[in-house]
């Protein structure tokens, strides 16, 4: 902790959670760009309104149902990730039978070691994707992202990959896998590209994907496969655009928040 963050303070939660991201990039965790990507998301947030909106909840359930319904889920962590939702990473690995990778964009020994760390502390016993162990390649893709686990990302039928950049999203996807995304910006590429994009906070999504699973793990397989039949992920994206217009237009009529 870089300050001290009065508890009256009207935005102290997300105070906490920059702290968090800060203290993260020092012990290497967390990238510089992360901070970046970070401002860029408390950004959409403010504009869907800090909370899970109706079309991320629809698409949370079909996250669930892709989880439950694959034969080799694997979730991929990087340094954002690990650090704002460890303890939620391990519970959904937990609970849906998901593998845990780490991958990363800007890959370093250094790194590696402080994530596995962070997930070794949250409860995690296995880690895909660390040093050597990431000895497969995703073709056609050329940044650091490329390296994964072959016995991970490489044979995944469902991939969930939350902050991600476009690139691998779309490699990932024509490798023939699903790709569930949690990204605030219903227009990165990654959002557009995914077969599930969860347009919402990781922090909360995490939460509410792990109940939904939970929930869901009552039903028969039959059952769950409903919900990705029914799942379109354009008007998904749509709603999640539409909603932020809609809201922009009422808080411009009214003049304040
Ligand atoms: O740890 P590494 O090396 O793998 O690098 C991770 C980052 C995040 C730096 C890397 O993936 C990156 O540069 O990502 P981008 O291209 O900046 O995309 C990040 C996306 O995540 C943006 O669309 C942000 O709006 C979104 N985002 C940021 N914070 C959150 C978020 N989405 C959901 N929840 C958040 N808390």
Same mark, same amino acid.
Request: with cysteine; aromatic share 4%.
């Given at each position: 902790?870089?300050?001290?963050?009065?508890?009256?303070?009207?935005?102290?939660?997300?105070?906490?959670?920059?702290?968090?991201?800060?203290?993260? *990039?020092?012990?290497?965790?967390?990238?510089?760009?992360?901070?970046?990507?970070?401002?860029?998301?408390?950004?959409?947030?403010?504009?869907?309104?800090?909370?899970?909106?109706?079309?991320?909840?629809?698409?949370?359930?079909?996250?669930? %149902?892709?989880?439950?319904?694959?034969?080799?889920?694997?979730?991929?962590?990087?340094?954002?990730?690990?650090?704002?939702? $460890?303890?939620?990473?391990?519970?959904?690995?937990?609970?849906?039978?998901?593998?845990?990778?780490?991958?990363?964009?800007?890959?370093?020994?250094?790194?590696?070691?402080?994530?596995?760390?962070?997930?070794?502390?949250?409860?995690?016993?296995?880690?895909?994707?660390?040093?050597?162990?990431?000895?497969?390649?995703? $073709?056609?893709?050329?940044?650091?992202?490329?390296?994964?686990?072959?016995?991970?990302?490489?044979?995944?039928?469902?991939?969930?990959? $939350?902050?991600?950049?476009?690139?691998?999203?779309?490699?990932?996807?024509?490798?023939?896998?699903?790709?569930?995304?949690?990204?605030? !910006?219903?227009?990165?590429?990654?959002?557009?590209?995914?077969?599930?994009?969860?347009?919402?906070?990781?922090?909360?999504?995490?939460?509410?994907?792990?109940?939904?699973?939970?929930?869901?793990?009552?039903?028969?397989?039959?059952?769950?496969?409903?919900?990705?039949?029914?799942?379109? !992920?354009?008007?998904?994206?749509?709603?999640?655009?539409?909603?932020?217009?809609?809201?922009?237009?009422?808080? %411009?009529?009214?003049? *304040?928040?």
């Amino acid at each position: 902790m870089n300050i001290e963050i009065p508890a009256s303070h009207p935005r102290a939660a997300s105070l906490h959670v920059r702290e968090s991201l800060i203290d993260g *990039c020092k012990a290497h965790v967390v990238a510089y760009a992360g901070l970046i990507a970070h401002g860029r998301g408390e950004a959409f947030d403010y504009l869907i309104g800090e909370k899970t909106i109706p079309s991320a909840a629809e698409a949370i359930k079909a996250a669930a %149902a892709a989880l439950l319904t694959a034969e080799h889920p694997v979730i991929s962590v990087n340094g954002n990730t690990a650090i704002l939702t $460890p303890k939620e990473i391990i519970e959904l690995s937990e609970v849906s039978g998901a593998l845990i990778e780490v991958n990363l964009f800007y890959r370093s020994k250094e790194r590696e070691k402080a994530i596995q760390k962070v997930l070794k502390k949250a409860g995690a016993t296995r880690i895909l994707g660390i040093g050597a162990a990431a000895s497969a390649r995703i $073709p056609e893709l050329l940044s650091e992202r490329r390296r994964v686990d072959p016995e991970g990302i490489l044979i995944a039928d469902v991939v969930l990959v $939350p902050l991600e950049d476009g690139d691998r999203t779309e490699a990932l996807v024509k490798m023939g896998k699903r790709v569930i995304t949690i990204d605030l !910006n219903p227009l990165s590429r990654t959002a557009q590209y995914s077969s599930i994009s969860i347009i919402d906070n990781v922090v909360r999504a995490m939460h509410q994907l792990i109940r939904e699973v939970k929930n869901m793990k009552k039903s028969t397989q039959q059952e769950i496969g409903k919900h990705l039949l029914a799942y379109d !992920n354009k008007k998904i994206l749509s709603q999640a655009i539409a909603h932020i217009a809609e809201r922009m237009n009422f808080l %411009a009529a009214e003049g *304040c928040t």
